[in-house]
C-alpha cells in the first residue's frame, strides 16, 4: 500500500503539506504497513500524474494506492483507513461536533497566510482566532485531553497539522501567536505535539517556514 505524500525541499523526507500529515498520522496510529512514496512537487513523476489522472485526480498529494484502489483526497484516504483497519476506532465519537468545531481553522490561516494587503492583515488575524476560539471552547466544554476524550481520533489529526503551521509559518511570516487566554487550547498543542504518533510522522520545524516563505519572497 502506497502513500504519496509531499517531500521537503532536499527530497529526503515529509515536506509541509498538512494534508499529507493528516493521512499519514491516520495510517501510522492505526499501524497501516504503508510505503511513503515523496514527491517533488516541482517535478511530479510522470508514472504518479498518470495514476491519479486515471483516478480523476488533479496530481496533488495525498494519493493512496492500493490494488485497484487510488484515492486522491485527504478525507477519502482517512476513511478508508478507517475503513479498513478497524483497531483503533479513530472515529469521531461526538456525532461530527468535534469535526465542526476544528473545521474552520486551516482555511482562516491559509488565507491570512496568502493575504497581501497590509490593511486587511488584522480582519485575517481575527478570523483566525474566531476559529481557534471555538476549538479552545469546545475543548473547555469537553474532556480531553483530546478533541473526543481520552484517545486520538481522526479530527486530531486534521487540526494537529494546521496547528504546527500556525505556530510555526504564522509565527515567523505573520507574527501570529495563539492567544495566551486560549489555556486548553494551548494544554491540547502540548499535548497533541508530544504524541508518538504526531512526531513519526510530522515534518521538520523549518519546512512549513520555507514552505509558506514563497508567498513573502521580495
Not at 496568502?114 to 490593511?119: D, P, Q, T, Y
Amino acid at each position: 500500500m502506497k502513500l504519496f505524500v509531499k517531500a521537503n525541499k532536499d527530497k529526503t523526507a515529509i515536506g509541509d503539506c498538512p494534508f499529507s500529515h493528516f493521512v499519514y498520522m491516520v495510517g501510522e496510529h492505526k499501524n497501516v504497513p504503508l510505503e511513503i512514496v515523496l514527491i517533488d512537487s516541482i517535478n511530479k513523476p510522470d508514472d504518479f500524474l498518470k495514476l491519479c489522472s486515471a483516478a480523476g485526480g488533479s496530481g496533488t498529494v495525498p494519493v493512496l494506492h492500493d490494488g485497484d484502489t487510488v484515492l486522491c483526497s485527504s478525507g477519502r484516504i482517512a476513511q478508508y483507513f478507517q475503513e479498513s483497519f478497524s483497531s483503533p476506532d479513530m472515529a469521531d465519537s461526538t456525532g461530527g461536533k468535534a469535526s465542526e468545531s476544528v473545521q474552520g481553522v486551516f482555511g482562516k490561516f491559509a488565507a491570512m497566510m496568502k493575504n497581501k494587503e497590509a490593511e486587511k492583515d488584522e480582519e485575517m488575524k481575527i478570523a483566525l482566532r474566531t476559529e481557534l476560539e471555538k476549538v479552545n471552547q469546545w475543548l473547555t466544554s469537553n474532556p480531553g485531553p483530546f478533541l473526543c476524550g481520552d484517545h486520538l481520533t481522526i479530527p486530531d489529526c486534521s487540526l494537529a497539522p494546521a496547528l504546527f503551521h500556525i505556530t510555526t509559518a504564522g509565527k515567523k511570516w505573520k507574527g501570529f501567536l495563539i492567544p495566551t487566554n486560549l489555556s486548553a487550547l494551548s494544554s491540547y498543542i502540548d499535548t497533541v505535539f508530544a504524541c508518538d504518533t504526531f512526531k513519526k510522522t510530522c515534518c521538520s520545524l523549518e519546512a512549513p517556514v520555507q514552505g509558506w516563505g514563497k508567498f513573502f519572497e521580495l
